[in-house]
């Protein structure tokens, strides 16, 4: 029911919508003689954010055109490499650049925002790799005869596409996906597969969300499974292709985060009126660049989510030794010998704490210690684990030694 009264209430205010788009051609229209006044100013700045407030903020595109290799710019055209009906893999080929870069394969998380939301992650990665990612399918445009994905098929996808890109791929992990890779290499390496990633790099990942809990984790362990069920999970309404298929929906993982920080939004959505009616193009174009990214969130299908909740999040399944692959395979982490592991933690991480992602050292037992390293990063959050500017002088140039060090030994 909830789904369905935010798509009336969406519709609902469409009307208003067209009314704020035309008032704001009205008032800034420059044949309108009163288009520099204040009052005009005023008029069309608030009608914008009443716009973007309540508009459908859809999948975003990659815009990611070319990078910089050596003073050249280099075209750049993303394109999928591999797909299912739940994922494609998306390669950013770089033309004009000598064949045998090192391929970086990026699991973007499952968890309320598009792949897009790592462009910056794939930006700082393009100029030395071949870069891959992971774009997850949003469940409400996932037709119910697609069938069921669950934690279990995600780990199935991590694998397929590590087999797809052979022997030697570096892997990052963001976030979400760390439980469930650490299990896809776990179970390559047991089945001595000829297709190891050389490295993988674990970044703000909640491997044992027992270490440093956040208030997220606390969160997951206070409510029952059943409290979940009934309160997170709803049914998509037509005419969505998912129509009828039970989902986390994305709209209440958005109101989650933006909860936690709320003064935070409310006082940048009064400083984006400020700078529309001053005319501050830069600061308005980067409020926009960043809301329509973060205000853009796709839905999670119920069995994966709720998996998630339980093996990761309530039982840390994976962190005791007792994540069991379709209720019936040990994952057994130890089983890793030769894949080069490293982990990177944000100082002010308030939603994977400190430490959490550490334990993943404690898990790889055989991993040889000159194959691990560990970083922390001063002075950032969660989001800057993997993106921003510290990320890309300070975190990206250690991934990028650390895979040559172990690819030099290999």
């Given at each position: 029911?909830?789904?369905?009264?935010?798509?009336?209430?969406?519709?609902?205010m469409?009307?208003?919508?067209?009314?704020?788009?035309?008032?704001?051609?009205?008032?800034?229209?420059?044949?309108?003689?009163?288009?520099?006044?204040?009052?005009?100013r005023?008029?069309?700045?608030?009608?914008?954010?009443?716009?973007?407030?309540?508009?459908?903020?859809?999948?975003?595109?990659?815009?990611?055109?070319?990078?910089?290799?050596?003073?050249?710019?280099?075209?750049?055209?993303?394109?999928?490499?591999?797909?299912?009906?739940?994922?494609?893999?998306?390669?950013f080929?770089?033309?004009?650049?000598?064949?045998?870069?090192?391929?970086?394969?990026?699991?973007?998380?499952?968890?309320?925002?598009?792949?897009?939301?790592?462009?910056?992650?794939?930006?700082?990665?393009?100029?030395?790799?071949?870069?891959?990612?992971?774009?997850?399918?949003?469940?409400?445009?996932?037709?119910i005869w697609?069938?069921?994905?669950?934690?279990?098929?995600?780990?199935?996808?991590?694998?397929?596409?590590?087999?797809?890109?052979?022997?030697?791929?570096?892997?990052a992990?963001?976030?979400?996906?760390?439980?469930?890779?650490?299990?896809?290499?776990?179970?390559?390496?047991?089945?001595?597969?000829?297709?190891?990633?050389?490295?993988?790099?674990?970044?703000?990942?909640?491997?044992?969300?027992?270490?440093?809990?956040?208030?997220?984790?606390?969160?997951?362990?206070?409510?029952?499974?059943?409290?979940?069920?009934?309160?997170?999970?709803?049914?998509?309404?037509?005419?969505?292709?998912?129509?009828?298929?039970?989902?986390?929906?994305?709209?209440?993982?958005?109101?989650?985060?933006?909860?936690?920080?709320?003064?935070?939004?409310?006082?940048?959505?009064?400083?984006?009126?400020?700078?529309?009616?001053?005319?501050?193009?830069?600061?308005?174009?980067?409020?926009?660049?960043?809301?329509?990214?973060?205000?853009?969130?796709?839905?999670?299908?119920?069995?994966?989510?709720?998996?998630?909740?339980?093996?990761?999040?309530?039982?840390?399944?994976?962190?005791?030794?007792?994540?069991?692959?379709?209720?019936?395979?040990?994952?057994?982490?130890?089983?890793?010998?030769?894949?080069?592991?490293?982990?990177?933690?944000?100082?002010?991480?308030?939603?994977?704490?400190?430490?959490?992602?550490?334990?993943?050292?404690?898990?790889?037992?055989?991993?040889?210690?000159?194959?691990?390293?560990?970083?922390?990063q001063?002075?950032?959050?969660?989001?800057?684990v993997?993106?921003?500017?510290?990320?890309?002088?300070?975190?990206?140039?250690?991934?990028?030694?650390?895979?040559?060090?172990?690819?030099?030994?290999?």
């Amino acid at each position: 029911m909830l789904y369905s009264l935010v798509e009336m209430n969406r519709a609902a205010m469409a009307p208003l919508r067209l009314q704020a788009k035309a008032a704001k051609s009205v008032w800034s229209s420059e044949a309108n003689p009163l288009r520099e006044t204040q009052f005009a100013r005023s008029v069309s700045a608030a009608s914008t954010v009443f716009e973007r407030a309540t508009r459908y903020y859809g999948k975003p595109e990659w815009q990611i055109s070319g990078t910089e290799i050596d003073g050249r710019t280099h075209a750049v055209k993303p394109e999928a490499a591999w797909s299912s009906p739940w994922c494609q893999m998306v390669h950013f080929r770089t033309e004009g650049v000598p064949e045998g870069r090192p391929q970086l394969l990026i699991v973007a998380p499952l968890s309320g925002h598009y792949a897009t939301l790592l462009r910056g992650t794939v930006e700082a990665f393009l100029p030395t790799h071949e870069v891959y990612i992971t774009d997850w399918t949003d469940a409400r445009m996932a037709p119910i005869w697609f069938g069921r994905f669950d934690l279990d098929d995600y780990i199935d996808h991590v694998r397929d596409m590590l087999e797809h890109l052979g022997a030697g791929t570096h892997v990052a992990a963001v976030c979400q996906p760390g439980p469930p890779v650490l299990a896809a290499i776990s179970m390559m390496a047991e089945d001595g597969s000829q297709n190891l990633p050389a490295t993988m790099t674990f970044m703000g990942s909640p491997i044992d969300v027992r270490r440093s809990p956040t208030v997220p984790n606390k969160l997951s362990e206070e409510r029952s499974l059943d409290w979940f069920r009934s309160k997170m999970i709803h049914t998509v309404p037509p005419p969505w292709p998912g129509a009828f298929r039970r989902v986390y929906p994305g709209f209440i993982q958005l109101t989650s985060f933006m909860h936690m920080n709320w003064d935070r939004h409310v006082d940048a959505q009064h400083r984006f009126f400020e700078h529309l009616v001053e005319g501050d193009e830069d600061s308005t174009e980067r409020h926009e660049a960043f809301y329509d990214e973060y205000l853009s969130v796709l839905d999670l299908t119920e069995e994966f989510y709720i998996q998630t909740i339980e093996r990761v999040f309530q039982k840390a399944l994976l962190a005791k030794g007792q994540y069991r692959y379709r209720d019936e395979r040990l994952v057994k982490p130890e089983a890793i010998e030769t894949v080069g592991l490293m982990t990177v933690e944000g100082e002010l991480d308030d939603i994977s704490g400190i430490g959490q992602t550490q334990a993943a050292h404690d898990l790889c037992t055989r991993i040889p210690d000159r194959m691990k390293e560990d970083y922390v990063q001063p002075g950032v959050g969660h989001y800057g684990v993997f993106n921003g500017s510290k990320f890309c002088k300070q975190i990206v140039p250690r991934v990028t030694a650390f895979q040559q060090r172990i690819a030099r030994k290999a």
